[in-house]
């Protein structure tokens, strides 16, 4: 069976960091490519960062270059995203989820096929 667990949400103030995890288990994390999204209560999922099947590039929404880093373990089948610099504005529970695209995409749906439940990320002063 499929599963992705997130990991790492939690309360934090303005400028400070999370790393969040993103853990599988029943399959390779490194056949896929890796999409992080959030969503921020009462607006839509949005894409934040992903990490392609066949290159490992990385992809970041404007809103979040320079400020968070996507990257993955494949010995701990595990896809990290490191959030610095935290602004209000991030708040939101943050989803992984697995394309099978060979290079990831900055979109919600239709190319991911599997996600997490989420872990909620809190910034505030």
């Known amino acids: 069976q499929v599963q992705f667990v997130e990991s790492g949400g939690d309360l934090v103030q303005p400028g400070d960091s999370l790393r969040l995890s993103c853990a599988a288990s029943g399959f390779t994390l490194d056949d896929y490519g890796i999409g992080w999204f959030r969503q921020a209560p009462g607006k839509g999922r949005e894409p934040v960062s992903c990490i392609s099947r066949i290159d490992d590039s990385t992809r970041y929404v404007d809103s979040v270059k320079g400020r968070f880093t996507i990257s993955r373990d494949n010995a701990k089948n595990t896809v990290y995203l490191q959030m610095d610099s935290l602004k209000p504005e991030d708040t939101a529970v943050y989803y992984c989820?697995?394309?099978?695209?060979?290079?990831?995409?900055?979109?919600?749906?239709?190319?991911?096929?599997?996600w997490g439940q989420g872990t909620q990320v809190t910034v505030s002063p």
């Open positions: 989820a697995a394309t099978e695209l060979a290079y990831c995409t900055l979109v919600v749906a239709p190319t991911y096929n599997y």
